[in-house]
Nanobody, 129 residues
Framework: QVQLVESGGGLLQAGGSLRLSCAASGRTVRRVAMGWFRQAPGKEREFVAA????????FYADSVKGRFTISRDNAKNTVYLQMNGLKPEDTAVYYC??????????????????????WGQGTQVTVSS
């Protein structure tokens, strides 16, 4: 079992920055792929970013590429999402997720929420215009 707890969300103006954190407990996530997803009101949960367990492979949705950066600190069992240049359309609840089964370098293996076994409770990010 893996417990994931997100933090770092908040309310800010467009153009600002936030760093989300996802702390894992219950089991090490050193060899587990991690992802960030988001869900806006009335919309389906969508992929934002993912990182392979080695940290060598990073994946981003086109909508956040160049603005968001995912990283991990395996010593701290924590994954981060640095979000810069935030836009009102980034407003959503952001979820951290863990997938113990994927290890390859292919984008398609990381983007579906169905592939992730463990989820955090989410943290709200609200960007005003």
């Amino acid at each position: 079992q893996v417990q994931l707890v997100e933090s770092g969300g908040g309310l800010l103006q467009a153009g600002g920055s936030l760093r989300l954190s996802c702390a894992a407990s219950g089991r090490t996530v050193r060899r587990v792929a991690m992802g960030w997803f988001r869900q806006a009101p009335g919309k389906e949960r969508e992929f934002v970013a993912a990182i392979s367990w080695t940290g060598a492979n990073l994946f981003y949705a086109d909508s956040v590429k160049g603005r968001f950066t995912i990283s991990r600190d395996n010593a701290k069992n924590t994954v981060y999402l640095q979000m810069n240049g935030l836009k009102p359309e980034d407003t959503a609840v952001y979820y951290c997720a863990a997938d113990p089964t994927v290890s390859g370098p292919y984008y398609s293996d990381y983007v579906s929420p169905k592939g992730y076994d463990y989820w955090g409770q989410g943290t709200q990010v609200t960007v005003s215009s």
